[in-house]
T-cell receptor, first 112, second 115 residues
Framework: GENVEQHPSTLSVQEGDSAVIKCTYS??????FPWYKQELGKRPQLIID?????GEKKDQRIAVTLNKTAKHFSLHITETQPEDSAVYFC???????????FGSGTKLNVKP | DADVTQTPRNRITKTGKRIMLECSQT?????MYWYRQDPGLGLRLIYY???????NKGEISDGYSVSRQAQAKFSLSLESAIPNQTALYFC??????????????FGPGTRLTVL
């Protein structure tokens, strides 16, 4: 099966700085990579995703990059704000295998 | 997402008790999932179902069972709860026909404590 590793487990940045969270996966057939944000006491929600036919995707202050050869993908948050503080999960999915494999999560703390 | 609901939201029970967690959705999605979340371990898949007649084991199905009573309802049971099943449990739905590919829509979670 797939194995997704996520680093770091905790990340503390100053407001306005950038934050980068990295994930690696093991199954080269995985082709869809979403990122979820979970605020304290709330449910995970999709914030951005990328498919294997794309190398980078951006949505305002967040972006995701994918390196299929190295089997890793990263979440980039620029100009961080206190409301970005949350736990972020990456995941990998293989079309028609019908299961998501989640990383262990990164707790991001943005200090005002 | 208010369209995926879970009951109860919190439950404290004792070792050996049978517990049922319920999930309902009004999104009309065929696919439903049960995950558990533990600190430092992320979300791990327990069971998933693609329609009423389809039930599949996930990574950590031992000690759990499920029932898909209808398209909109998916229940998770712990036949004999044990302390290491203390966790936050999430139900999720998805519809791969959506343009968002296979986005998981999560319920609010059920915090289960087994004493």
């Amino acid at each position: 099966g797939e194995n997704v590793e996520q680093h770091p487990s905790t990340l503390s940045v100053q407001e306005g700085d950038s934050a980068v969270i990295k994930c690696t996966y093991s199954d080269s057939a995985s082709n869809y990579f979403p990122w979820y944000k979970q605020e304290l006491g709330k449910r995970p929600q999709l914030i951005i995703d990328i498919r294997s036919n794309v190398g980078e995707k951006k949505d305002q202050r967040i972006a995701v990059t994918l390196n299929k050869t190295a089997k890793h993908f990263s979440l980039h948050i620029t100009e961080t704000q206190p409301e970005d503080s949350a736990v972020y999960f990456c995941a990998a999915h293989r079309y028609n295998f019908n299961k998501f494999y989640f990383g262990s999560g990164t707790k991001l703390n943005v200090k005002p | 997402d208010a369209d995926v609901t879970q009951t109860p939201r919190n439950r404290i029970t004792k070792t050996g008790k049978r517990i049922m967690l319920e999930c309902s959705q009004t999104k009309g999605h065929d696919r439903m999932y049960w995950y558990r979340q533990d600190p430092g371990l992320g979300l791990r898949l327990i069971y998933y179902s693609f329609d009423v007649k389809d039930i599949n084991k996930g990574e950590i199905s031992d000690g759990y069972s499920v029932s898909r009573q209808a398209q909109a309802k998916f229940s998770l049971s712990l036949e004999s709860a044990i302390p290491n099943q203390t966790a936050l449990y999430f139900c999720a739905t998805s519809d791969p026909t959506l343009s968002s590919y296979n986005e998981q829509f999560f319920g609010p979670g059920t915090r289960l404590t087994v004493l």
